[in-house]
């Protein structure tokens, strides 16, 4: 059993930043691939970025193309904790950001439905 439990949101201005934190008890996440994902009012859960499970080669991050370039996921072993580094932010980002675990095989990052524990969310709200 794997426990996730997210904070870090709030209210920002566009243009501004918020780094969202996903702390992890129960399973070491440097064995798992760690995803976040979001969800805004009357629309599905999508895609935000992952990062697999360590490998000798290390880890490997992924986004998806409406946060390209002004996300940021990485995560601190020593800590067990995956963090989502957000610059830019603007009204399009507001959402219920959810932190997930997926087992670390298979490449299909983007599919929340390979996800297996969940975090409670946290809010994050951008005005327009």
């Known amino acids: 059993q794997v426990q996730l439990v997210e904070s870090g949101g709030g209210l920002v201005q566009a243009g501004g930043s918020l780094r969202l934190s996903c702390a992890a008890s129960g399973r070491t996440l440097s064995s798992l691939t760690m995803g976040w994902f979001r969800q805004a009012p009357g629309k599905e859960r999508e895609f935000v970025a992952a990062i697999s499970a360590i490998s000798w080669s290390g880890s490997t991050p992924y986004y998806a193309d409406s946060v390209k370039g002004r996300f940021t996921i990485s995560r601190d072993n020593a800590k067990n904790t995956v963090y989502l580094q957000m610059n830019s932010l603007n009204p399009e980002d507001t959402a219920v950001y959810y932190c997930?675990?997926?087992?670390?095989?298979?490449?299909?990052?983007?599919?929340?439905?390979?996800?297996?524990?969940w975090g409670q969310g946290t809010q994050v709200t951008v005005p327009s």
């Open positions: 997930a675990t997926k087992p670390p095989t298979g490449s299909d990052y983007r599919n929340p439905g390979l996800y297996d524990y």
